[in-house]
């Protein structure tokens, strides 16, 4: 491969935000999904994103161990400052997608999270294209996959509660729209960005981690049985696994 440009990094960026928005292709077919089938996307989401955030925390870890688990500890804590404010404003009107008071708290949160996190990625992969052109597609194509179960979780908490699918997808690509941002300044100027990469990556596997255990698995445990939560969140954490060492 030859060296990266500007347009090609911007491009494979926004290729792995658009890949968002295909979280909400199930909902396409399942319109009106019952309590059982949310209950397993829930779990497959939460799985999904645990082996995503594990991964994004160890690659942290790679490039500076001590930087990586300072991110984690603020991710955590922004996430508890941020939820604490929104219940302490519960006396005032939130409105989000058509939806409003709880329903509306809980998915600006979660949208929130995922926003958040795609600034940490953005810099990630303008980085990664910094030191060569492979290493750069290899990190788009792996947060390309990563994203998909995003999306589902964005879709998850938008769609039962009213928003159709095309909405749900155009607010999960909306969460990502940071990535294509935030690659081309971090391509363009890899010295500034490279130091604070770690502290990004565990901030946003924190976050995401939090949020797993915080909102996706209680709802799933909500909609179906522990033992099936159980089983579909531990095959997906195992075939997150396997595919991000496969591409390795």
């Known amino acids: 491969m030859g060296n990266p440009d500007v347009i090609q990094v911007f491009l494979l960026a926004l290729m792995t935000a658009v890949a968002t928005g295909a979280g909400a292709i199930p909902f396409v077919f399942a319109k009106r999904p019952g309590r059982r089938w949310i209950g397993i996307s829930n779990a497959l989401a939460g799985g999904l994103m645990l082996a995503a955030s594990f991964g994004l ?44 008071s709880l329903d509306a708290r809980k998915a600006a949160l979660i949208v929130g999270v995922m926003t958040l996190h795609s600034f940490t990625e953005g810099v990630g992969i303008g980085v990664s294209f910094g030191g060569g052109e492979a290493l750069g597609v290899f990190i788009s194509v792996a947060l390309t996959v990563h994203n998909i179960p995003e999306g589902l ?11 159709g699918a095309p909405r749900a997808a155009l607010w999960s690509i909306f969460s990502s729209l940071p990535q294509p941002l935030m690659a081309v300044p971090a391509f363009l100027f890899v010295g500034v960005f490279e130091p604070v990469l770690p502290v990004g990556l565990g901030f946003a596997g924190g976050a995401m981690i939090w949020m797993v255990f915080s909102e996706l698995l209680p709802d799933a445990l909500e909609e179906t049985s522990s033992n099936t939560v159980a089983v579909v969140t531990t095959l997906a954490v195992a075939a997150m696994v396997i595919f991000q060492f496969l591409i390795r």
Not at 57 to 70: D, Q, V
Not at 154 to 159: A, D, G, P
């Open 57 to 100: 925390i160890y690659e942290g870890a790679s490039r500076g161990l001590f930087r990586a688990s300072a991110g984690v500890v603020l991710g955590l804590l922004f996430i508890l400052l941020t939820r604490s404010l929104l219940q302490e404003d519960k006396h005032h009107h939130v409105a989000f997608a058509a939806m409003s």
């Open 153 to 163: 979780a964005i879709s998850l908490v938008l769609v039962p509660r009213g928003v």
